[in-house]
């Protein structure tokens, strides 16, 4: 199995330009979590979803994120307009089941927003 | 929503001696226990993970217990080696809620 698989793996641009982030969840698994991790806050929950539904967004910090997850095998998380307080590492991670199954975390995004 | 609380947020041991983290959680509906390990530059890792009708479960030398009745959980790790070095995530979920984390503990293991 090839993991949770993220692109891109780094990610620099200028305040104001939009960002998608892209998740592949390990096939199978029905539970997709989208979290960002910095040094001040630790790791948080963005958003997840479970059978490609979003069932509690409420860890997204504003209107100028959002999260999709057209089908069981793709999601994406897009910042417009970034803005340097974005700068982070996202992370996506997978699991059979929403509550009570392990996480398996993809590789992360490091985005920097000059 | 569950509540966790993780103790120490750094812990630094010599090489060969033992390490707990301990965790705490608010939500007695809660019944699944997994533990990550972050090293630098890479993404958690499940390392262990209990359930809560197990008090105790081993996996070479890391170990995690479970008191339902205090609501608190912790990892211990006997025989420290350098590799060990890395930030430790409890989470406690199941019940209606997904895994909630803990801020991370950050072991460092002196040679």
């Known amino acids: 199995d090839a993991g949770v698989i993220q692109s891109p793996r780094h990610e620099v641009t200028e305040m104001g330009q939009e960002v998608t982030l892209r998740c592949k969840p390990i096939?199978?698994?029905?539970?997709l979590f989208w979290y960002r991790q910095t040094m001040m806050r630790g790791l948080e929950l963005l958003i997840y979803?479970?059978?490609?539904?979003?069932?509690?967004d409420s860890g997204m910090p504003e209107d100028r994120f959002s999260a999709k997850m057209p089908n069981a095998s793709f999601s994406t998380l897009k910042i417009q307009p970034s803005e340097p307080r974005d700068s982070a590492v996202y992370f996506c991670?997978?699991?059979?089941?929403?509550?009570?199954?392990?996480?398996?975390f993809g590789d992360g995004t490091r985005l920097s927003i000059l | 929503g569950e509540n966790v609380e993780q103790h120490p947020s750094t812990l630094s041991v010599q090489e060969g001696d033992s390490a707990v983290i301990k965790c705490t959680y608010s939500d007695s509906a809660s019944n699944y226990f997994p533990w990550y390990k972050q090293e630098l530059g890479k993404r958690p890792q499940l390392i262990i993970d209990?359930?809560?009708?197990?008090g105790e479960k081993k996996d070479q030398r890391i170990a995690v217990t479970l008191n339902k009745t205090a609501k608190h959980f912790s990892l211990h790790i006997t025989e420290t080696q350098p590799e060990d070095s890395a930030v430790y995530f409890c989470a406690a979920g199941g019940g209606s809620y997904i895994p909630t984390f803990g801020r991370g503990t950050s072991l460092i293991v002196h040679p």
């Open positions: 096939s199978g698994h029905n539970s």
């Open positions: 979803f479970n059978n490609n539904v979003p069932i509690d």
């Open positions: 991670a997978s699991s059979l089941g929403q509550y009570n199954q392990p996480q398996h």
């Open positions: 209990i359930r809560s009708n197990v």
